[in-house]
């Protein structure tokens, strides 16, 4: 299963010459209309997609519990998967997990090899690093980078509680944070896709 991040190391790669089931995050839609399973848990992306009808015949929308009953009825409206976990930090409460994350986790549950690309983390610049930065719903392009330490650890949670699951991530500058360096995570080059 591919799960696609919103990074700008992905920008030249054509999702749709990657055949399998694939999960993406947020606008995703917006580019590619061979998305099986969109995570948006923000509830402007979701309202559009829904817009744009995204959720065709193929595609799952998943949001949060608490925007789940906005949508009560379209029937290609899911919820995000719970947590296979409990924690005592404030990014393991369920309503800090993005969509990224989310993605991964859902991705987990369905297959022992998930592949994700666009896992970006930092940006190379202290700015945004977003496919997406510039445009509805994203933030622009000279904001400050998102701080990924919920997201580092929140992945670092998926990759823990699904030892089993192989994880390829491919990005050729990423160096993996110590939490990701685990016997099931490997990090290869968008080349190797």
């Avoid at 979701?46 to 009953?69: G, P, Q």
């Avoid at 919920?150 to 939490?179: G, M, R």
Wanted: proline share 4%; with cysteine.
């Amino acid at each position: 299963m591919l799960v696609i991040g919103n990074g700008e190391s992905r920008k030249n790669i054509d999702i749709n010459e990657i055949h399998g089931v694939k999960v993406g995050c947020n606008a995703i839609f917006r580019d590619y209309n061979n998305i099986n399973h969109i995570i948006c848990v923000d509830k402007r992306m979701v309202n559009e997609a829904l817009k744009v009808n995204a959720n065709s015949n193929s595609t799952f929308i998943y949001t949060r519990k608490e925007w789940i009953d906005r949508y009560h009825n379209r029937e290609h409206i899911r919820l995000v998967p719970k947590l296979p976990y409990k924690g005592d930090q404030r990014a393991d409460d369920p309503f800090q997990w993005g969509s990224g994350p989310y993605a991964v986790l859902l991705a987990a549950k369905h297959d022992k090899e998930v592949k994700m690309i666009g896992f970006d983390l930092y940006s190379k610049t202290n700015n945004t690093n977003n496919i997406y930065k510039d445009t509805d719903n994203y933030n622009t392009s000279n904001k400050r980078a998102v701080d990924p330490r919920y997201w580092i650890h929140q992945i670092a949670k998926v990759f823990e509680h699904y030892s089993n699951t192989t994880f390829l991530i491919y990005n050729d500058d990423l160096i993996l944070p110590d939490t990701w360096k685990l016997p099931n995570v490997i990090l290869d080059k968008i080349g190797n896709l």
